[in-house]
């Protein structure tokens, strides 16, 4: 059974950066795709990016393209997503999900989802 834990949350200035990790542990990460997700208080959870097995497909929504990288250290069995110039709009609860792939699938920001972390705060406020 895989876990996800994701980390690196907090208070950050409007223009400033974070990144955030997905630690996973129970089995080999590389047979997953990986998606971060977030949801804002009266607002439905919105995806943000996702990643392929191998990192050779990635995807992101229009509202963080050119701001926000998502990555992978397979070895190190954990995802990252780098956010920059993050904006006020950018606050909410921050999860990461996993879904099996026996294949090289392209990811996609879809809703089902076979595991997901707890979630991370992200606070951008002056």
């Known amino acids: 059974q895989l876990q996800l834990v994701e980390s690196g949350g907090g208070l950050v200035q409007p223009g400033g950066s974070l990144r955030l990790s997905c630690a996973a542990s129970?089995?080999?990460?590389?047979?997953?795709?990986i998606g971060w997700f977030r949801q804002a208080p009266g607002k439905e959870r919105e995806g943000v990016s996702c990643?392929?097995?191998?990192?050779?497909?990635?995807n992101y929504a229009d509202s963080v393209k050119g701001r926000f990288t998502i990555s992978r250290d397979n070895a190190k069995n954990t995802v990252y997503l780098q956010m920059s110039s993050l904006k006020p709009e950018d606050t909410a609860i921050y999860y990461c999900?996993?879904?099996?792939?026996?294949?090289?699938?392209?990811?996609?920001?879809?809703?089902?989802?076979?595991?997901w972390g707890q979630g991370t705060q992200v606070t951008v406020s002056s």
């Open positions: 990643i392929s097995r191998s990192g050779s497909s990635t």
């Open positions: 999900a996993a879904i099996r792939q026996l294949l090289f699938t392209v990811c996609a920001l879809q809703p089902r989802w076979d595991f």
């Open positions: 129970g089995d080999t990460l590389d047979y997953y795709n």
